[in-house]
């Protein structure tokens, strides 16, 4: 059964930082493409980064360029995030999610349980 | 960014009535379009892909059309476990953007 596994989500002050990993399992990892989501309090859907599955380019949203970085190790099964300069307005669940090929525009098909992030004083 | 509006924002509806929610891009999308399902504290799930294709285990009560800007996702007959929030996703271009869903409540 393919299955993700979020952690280290948690309470940081404005500013500070967070690694987010994704332990992937039931599936060849390294052969697709990976994206994190969040999900604001109430709120709706935002892609924040992707990964590709062939060639491992990067994209990521506006709202977090320069402060977010998404990697994967193949070798490990597991994706991250890493959260710098993080804001009041990054609070949110993140889920991570599996696209359905190694192409960055396929469909999210599998997604975790997501881990939360507050940031806050 | 292609901005995704979704309509209505409430359908309350009773269990074995049809559902159909609305979407509609800010420019053309192709078929490039995806639909979620998020129950209360579950992650989204995908029901639709590439406009019209069931995934994997979704059953065929659901149903997804259109191209290019205007897009429906039909539930021929609500089941008790359908009411829930939707959401389409457009897979064009990056930014990959969601719409703001579409809850559906019992009436």
């Known amino acids: 059964e393919m299955q993700l596994a979020e952690s280290g989500g948690g309470l940081v002050q404005p500013g500070g930082s967070l690694r987010l990993s994704c332990a992937a399992s039931g599936f060849t990892f390294s052969s697709y493409a990976m994206t994190w989501v969040r999900q604001a309090p109430g709120k709706g859907l935002e892609c924040v980064s992707l990964?590709?599955?062939?060639?491992?380019?990067?994209y990521s949203a506006d709202s977090v360029k320069g402060r977010f970085t998404i990697s994967r190790d193949n070798s490990r099964d597991t994706l991250y995030l890493q959260m710098n300069s993080l804001k009041a307005e990054d609070t949110a669940i993140y889920y991570c999610a599996k696209l359905a090929s190694g192409w960055p525009r396929d469909a999210f098909d599998i997604w975790g349980l997501g881990t939360m992030v507050t940031v806050s004083s | 960014e292609i901005v995704l509006t979704q309509s209505p924002a409430t359908l309350s509806l009773s269990a074995g009535e049809r559902a159909t929610l609305s979407c509609r891009a800010s420019q053309s999308v192709s078929n490039y379009l995806s639909w979620y399902q998020q129950k209360p504290g579950q992650a989204p799930r995908l029901l639709i892909y590439?406009?019209?294709n069931r995934a994997t285990g979704i059953p065929a009560r659901f149903s997804g059309s259109g191209s290019g800007t205007d897009f429906i996702l039909t539930i021929s007959s609500l089941e008790p476990e359908d009411f829930a929030v939707y959401y389409c996703?457009?897979?064009?271009?990056?930014?990959?953007?969601f719409g703001g869903g579409t809850k559906v409540e019992i009436k």
């Open positions: 590439h406009a019209s």
């Open positions: 990964i590709s599955g062939n060639d491992g380019s990067t």
């Open positions: 996703q457009q897979r064009s271009n990056w930014p990959l953007t």
